[in-house]
């Protein structure tokens, strides 16, 4: 297996909105540490996927891998070449793609579909003689008839704006396409056309996903490999599978257990997580985790635990937690 | 059996051309929690604004909504407004915009029993016991707090919180944990799974999603394309499904499927234009059992005491 994308030890902050003061000492400016130590590896032509609650950092990792915003410390690899080096920024631009969580907004509102997503090859200059059978190409491609190269942003239903967001990703044949919530603000009768689509075109193109989601049931259908983040930092991954039927972290466990069940006979009368997740500005001391947590021992509090491997290929953050 | 406290019958709500309900009809008992399961653009959102009597402007309305014996579309609008609060209240999907930004939670609370006749203090109090009892840490502290320095979980438990404080007999919720991580999700429903035990009324929730159906109520109903298709207990509609969409409804949810499936099944073609809506069933265009009949509208059949589905196909 050869390694699409590696980071090592990847921290990233944002800029605080500061005070007037701030703004003109020259001092340091102050900065929310949002990722913390990130060590992870996608496999070429693999489904990752990242999980995690609303902060946990999930959008902000995405934004950095494809160095829309700034790493503050660690490493990222793209297809074995340190993003430091010459010209690799442009390359990974080259060899990625974005699927935006809100569709319609990712989309030009004044660009037909015809020409928005044959754009990357005029922003990469790769030579495109004839612009309107590519457009027709990629539409088939994602399932969509050609009428719709003539159609405006407005004029798509949520389904067809995503398929026509896919499309665009696909345009230059990226090796890694990073996908925000590909099924947010879908039907559950819609949603399955596009994680088949998504599928499919990992099996036909060999291309590379990473699906960011808080959605427990989509990430576990389409994702061989997923990894959990609480807070910035990863507490759990592993192959979907086995972190589904064993999870180890406690956070894990109870993110698990707390997806609403459908079947009425096994609905649950206990509760499975109580209280919510903190905020990065007030980041607990020690593991992060140890406010919610209901195996937190006086350790957990002090020291914060570090991310190891477990059994094969799975690796958990947790003093207590473990096989 | 007793009267249902909410009865709808026949209940149809237009904007302009387009038939957003076309005849739906249902009821929830005291004690019952009912839910009401759909697609986007099957009704759902219309048919929450016409149980408390808030269709949007410009709505033609037909039909019945009829809480405790009123018909609340019947009532001149000083009446429909003193049944809200009093007999029917509503959870919003979006609490950040059900509360005024620029007056503090306590002073909302208080101004929501402006009925009662008592000392602002009592009031006081017993926002203050709501708050304790729907899990908001501190009620003392949030009584001087804005809403938008709560969190999301926060703000739907003070929702929950304003909706219980003049006791209605019914509760409507509309989307209550869609806005919401998914272990707020659980915290939220559990809390008005406690909340039910306590209620004396019914509860109508009214969700996309089957995992809450699942969790929370007793009976459902199922919507499509501003109709009822199918009605049964909780039990009927996951395990027996009689109309072909409800099957399908449950057999794309991802959480049902077994995991490893390559594929997840989906239902192909669209919801119909409900400005010229088929004169027949509405789903039989991507129906796999659907025939010539199917171009005039559906019997309801009848599958034991609680179940029923409008289709032709399904004969019991």
């Known amino acids: 297996m050869t390694a699409l994308y590696e980071l090592s030890g990847l921290s990233a902050d944002l800029p605080l909105p500061g005070d007037l003061l701030t703004a003109l000492l020259p001092m340091r400016k102050p900065r929310l540490n949002v990722l913390q130590d990130i060590t992870l590896t996608l496999r070429k032509g693999e489904t990752f996927g990242l999980v995690g609650e609303s902060g946990s950092g999930k959008t902000t990792l995405a934004r950095v891998m494809l160095g829309l915003a700034p790493a503050s410390m660690g490493e990222r690899r793209f297809q074995g070449e340190p993003l430091s080096a010459p010209g690799a920024m442009a390359r990974l631009r080259r060899g990625t793609a974005m699927m935006f969580q809100d569709p319609v907004a990712s989309l030009s509102p004044r660009m037909r579909v015809g020409e928005a997503i044959t754009e990357p090859f005029a922003i990469h200059r790769e030579g495109l003689p004839d612009r309107r059978a590519m457009a027709i190409e990629l539409l088939a491609r994602v399932g969509l008839p050609p009428a719709i190269a003539a159609r405006y942003p407005h004029e798509l239903s949520g389904g067809q704006a995503r398929r026509v967001c896919t499309a665009r990703a696909l345009a230059l044949n990226p090796a890694l396409v990073i996908a925000d919530e590909p099924t947010a603000g879908l039907d559950v009768s819609i949603q399955g056309e596009i994680l088949n689509l998504m599928s499919d075109l990992k099996d036909e193109r060999g291309v590379g996903f990473l699906i960011i989601s808080h959605n427990l049931s989509v990430i576990r259908h389409t994702a061989e490999r997923i990894a959990i983040l609480y807070l910035g930092r990863l507490v759990e991954t592993g192959p979907t599978a086995e972190v589904f039927a064993q999870p180890f972290h406690p956070y894990t466990a109870s993110l698990i257990a707390s997806e609403p069940n459908p079947d009425p006979r096994r609905r649950r009368a206990d509760l499975a997580i109580r209280g919510e997740i903190p905020s990065l500005l007030r980041r607990p001391k020690g593991c992060e985790f140890h406010t919610r947590c209901p195996l937190a021992a006086p350790q957990c509090r002090t020291l914060a635990p570090t991310l190891r491997e477990v059994a094969p290929g799975r690796s958990l953050r947790c003093h207590l937690a473990g096989p | ?316």
């Open chain 2, 1 to 316: 059996m007793t009267e249902p406290l909410l009865q709808v019958r026949d209940l149809r709500v237009a904007y302009g051309p387009v038939q957003a309900l076309r005849g739906a009809s249902l009821n929830a008992r005291a004690g019952e929690v009912v839910g009401i399961v759909g697609e986007s653009g099957c009704g759902k959102s219309t048919l929450a604004a016409a149980l408390i009597g808030l269709p949007a402007p410009g709505a033609t309305v037909s039909g019945e909504v009829r809480i405790g014996g009123d018909d609340l579309l019947a009532l001149p609008e000083p009446a429909r407004r003193r049944l809200r609060g009093e007999r029917v209240a509503m959870i919003f999907q979006d609490p950040m915009t059900a509360f005024n930004p620029v007056l503090t939670l306590g002073d909302q609370l208080i101004d929501f029993q402006h009925r009662l006749a008592e000392p602002r203090a009592a009031k006081r109090g017993r926002a203050r016991a709501m708050l304790a009892r729907v899990g908001l840490p501190d009620p003392d502290l949030a009584l001087h707090r804005y809403v938008h320095e709560l969190s999301g979980g926060m703000r739907q438990r003070a929702a929950i919180a304003a909706a219980l404080l003049m006791r209605p007999p019914l509760l409507v919720a509309d989307e209550p944990t869609t806005a919401l991580d998914v272990t707020m999700e659980a915290q939220i429903l559990h809390l008005l799974r406690e909340l039910r035990g306590e209620h004396q009324g019914a509860i109508v929730i009214i969700t996309h999603h089957l995992g809450v159906v699942g969790e929370l109520c007793d009976r459902v109903y199922v919507m499509y394309a501003g109709e009822v298709v199918e009605e049964g207990t909780v039990e009927e509609i996951y395990h027996t499904p009689r109309h072909p969409y409800t099957r399908a409804l449950i057999a794309c949810d991802p959480a049902h499927v077994a995991q490893g499936q390559g594929h997840l099944p989906t239902i192909p073609g669209r919801v119909p234009d409900l400005a010229a809506p088929p004169a027949g069933c509405a789903f039989a265009a991507r129906c796999p059992l659907a025939s010539a009949r199917c171009a005039t509208p559906p019997p309801r059949h009848r599958f034991g005491p609680t179940q029923v589905a409008a289709c032709y196909a399904v004969a019991p």
